[in-house]
């Protein structure tokens, strides 16, 4: 079965920067789009940043852009999100996230992402 693994999550100051990390297994990791999304105590999940299976295409949420920048590592089936100059607002639990079928990206779209991982805390101090 799919297993996604979040670590990297901390405490950390405003401005400071973290990389999280997914280590993925249980489905052909190259051959999928993966994803970062973010949950806030009483705030919906959302979608911060999507790569497809060769890196071609990312998508990232208008709150991240320039500081946020996900990366994929096929050879070792682990997913990157770099956070630099972080906020306040940035604070979530973090999860990682991976499509349901392969070689498949929908710009926009966040239903096709099926397997999510136990999620990462994330708390930046102002």
């Known amino acids: 079965q799919v297993q996604l693994v979040e670590s990297g999550g901390r405490l950390v100051q405003a401005g400071g920067s973290l990389r999280l990390s997914c280590a993925a297994s249980?489905?052909?990791?190259?051959?999928?789009?993966m994803g970062w999304f973010r949950q806030a105590p009483g705030k919906e999940r959302e979608n911060v940043a999507t790569i497809n299976w060769s890196s071609a295409f990312t998508y990232y949420h208008d709150s991240v852009k320039g500081r946020f920048t996900i990366s994929r590592d096929n050879a070792k089936n682990t997913l990157y999100l770099q956070m630099n100059s972080l906020k306040p607002e940035d604070t979530a639990v973090y999860y990682c996230?991976?499509?349901?079928?392969?070689?498949?990206?929908?710009?926009?779209?966040?239903?096709?992402?099926?397997?999510w991982g136990q999620g990462t805390q994330v708390t930046v101090s102002s």
């Open positions: 249980g489905r052909t990791f190259s051959t999928y789009t």
């Open positions: 996230a991976q499509y349901s079928s392969p070689y498949t990206y929908i710009r926009n779209e966040t239903y096709p992402f099926d397997a």
